[in-house]
Structure formats: C-alpha cells, structure tokens
C-alpha cells in the first residue's frame, strides 16, 4: 500500500468514474485500473462494484476509504509540519440529529478553519444512518440523544460497531411551535395541551423503531401524525398547520428564523445529547475543534 494508492481511491470514490478519476490524477487509465486492483489484491477485498450509475463503492469499500480518508490527512499533517507544504483541500464530514447548535458550530467550524478548499459535508439524518456512517468512517462525528427509554437499545448498537458516546449536555423536553399557535401564551405545556394539534416527527427509514426516534415520548398516542424528512418541511408545518415537535428546545433564531418557539414540556424525562466517535481512531484535528466548538455553544 502507498499514499499514492489511497489517493487513487479517494478520487475514484469522489468522481464515480474511472475515466474521470484518471483525467484528474493526470494517469492513464489502465494504469489507474491496475493500482486499485493491486491494492484489492494486497488486502483481499472489493473496493468498487460496477452499476447502471458508474462505479460504487462496496461496503468494504466504504469502510477502507474512511480509514484511508484519515491516513492522507495526518500525511498532509506531517508535510505541513515538517515540509512547509501548505494543506491541501480541507476534508470534514458531521452526521447529525436535527439541531441547530450542531450546524451553528458547523458554520463556525468551516468559517475558521475551511481555507480556500475544502469539502465540508453536514449530514442531518436518520438515527441509525448516523450510527452506521460513524461506524464506516463516511463521517468523523456523530451527534445523537440518550434517555431512560433509548438508553439501552442505542448503547448497545454503538457497542456493536466499536463506537464511544460522549455527553455535551442534559436538556429538559421542550415543544417546539409556531408562534402564532393558540398555545403559545401558555409558560409551559402537558401532554394533554398538545393533544388537539398535529404532532411531527422525522423519518427513520427502513430503521423506524420507536427506540430510534428523533424525539421522545414517541410512544404516546397521538390521534394526528405527520412524517417528514427535513427540517424545513417540519417548520413550515409546525408554522402552517399549528403542529408541534418534542425536542431539547436549543434553537438559533439567526438559522431557524423568529416564527418558531420553544416551550417546556411538564413530563419528568430529560434528552442527553452528545457526539459519538470511532473507538479504535484518535480524533482529526477538525474533529477536536468541532467538539469544541459544540461544548462552547452548548455551555
């Protein structure tokens, strides 16, 4: 295995296209093939499948672009250090429940230390997609909640992939509204409050457990539902249809805009957020900064 190699296929993973991959690597094509075959060889495995889309990546694939993703950054580290090679493009990937915090420190993040390239990629996503893309090294973090109810389920699954949960903080449940709902006069909300109104939730795909709910109390009745996928669509029906959400009740005015509120919720449960990381890698150093900041706006 080379440096060289692993930037193979970096590039061939980024374009989908062994052509384009080769144009840009400024190699012939046959010579590109045969470096990524030598490397399959070398550690028994598939890297890339062809399909009617191009060339995809397999699951060991995806697995040992992560790790080779990490090898080409602290190399770049080292001639930065040791060379006086400037850096070259910046490489970070958050997948993330839906909080505004979390993107906060996201902008934050690419603001001071993106540079002039860069490739920042902020993943708001199904529970388990988190997991799993922590797991595979498609993402460097992940950010979820803990509670009495998920606790066990959700620790369990990290184990299972090798991963480490680290707490930021400990929210009481807060509903997210429209302001101009008929209950935003009111200091805090029951349940039975919030009986009459639509209740939404996001989608957990082919993973939709009640364990792996974005919010809590998923459990409870609810004579109306509504399922949606993001963040906009969400608001606009909190805004539109006087829905409501269960959440942590951290939001940003300056991303969200002033139309939504947040107001306690009067149940005894709680939301422990915090960030998930590979057991077995140490850290980027965006990856550190990234926790930092996420510590600062959330302290």
């Known amino acids: 295995m080379t440096l060289k190699q692993l930037q193979y296929v970096v590039t061939v993973a980024e374009t989908g296209n062994i052509t384009e991959a080769a144009k840009k690597l400024f190699i012939a094509q046959p010579s590109l093939t045969a470096a990524v075959h030598e490397l399959e060889k070398e550690y028994g495995i598939i890297l890339f499948s062809r399909s009617n889309k191009g060339i995809e990546l397999t699951p060991d694939g995806e697995e040992f672009l992560g790790y080779a993703r990490q090898v080409l950054e602290q190399a770049n580290l080292i001639d930065e250090r040791y060379a006086g090679k400037g850096m070259g493009k910046q490489r970070f990937c958050v997948s993330s429940q839906h909080y505004s915090f979390v993107v906060e420190a996201f902008v934050q993040l690419l603001k001071e230390q993106g540079g002039d390239k860069y490739e920042f990629h902020m993943r708001e996503t199904q529970t388990y997609d988190i997991i799993e893309d922590v797991a595979r090294l498609r993402s460097e973090i992940g950010i ?4 009495r109810f998920n606790e066990t389920v959700i620790r369990k699954t990290l184990r299972d992939n090798n ?6 903080f400990t929210a009481k449940p807060h509903v ?6 008929p209950l935003a006069g009111k200091e805090s909300l ?14 957990q795909g082919n993973h939709n457990s009640f364990y792996f ?11 109306r539902e509504l399922v949606v996928c993001d963040r906009a669509t969400l608001f606009n029906m909190l805004i539109g249809l006087n829905g409501y959400t269960i959440c942590s009740g951290v939001i940003s005015e300056e991303l969200n805009g002033p139309n939504i509120i947040a107001k306690p919720l009067d149940v005894d449960d709680y939301m422990e957020i915090g960030y ?3 057991g077995s890698l140490r850290p980027s150093p965006l990856t550190v900064r990234y926790i930092d900041i996420l510590k600062e706006l959330s302290a």
């Open 144 to 147: 979820l909640y803990l509670n």
């Open 163 to 168: 991963l480490s949960f680290f707490s930021l």
């Open 176 to 181: 997210f509204i429209g302001k101009g709902n």
């Open 190 to 203: 029951t349940l039975e409050d919030l009986k009459p109104y639509p209740r939404l939730s996001y989608e």
């Open 213 to 223: 709910s974005e919010e809590i109390l998923s459990t409870a009745d609810s004579d």
């Open 276 to 278: 998930i990381l590979p």
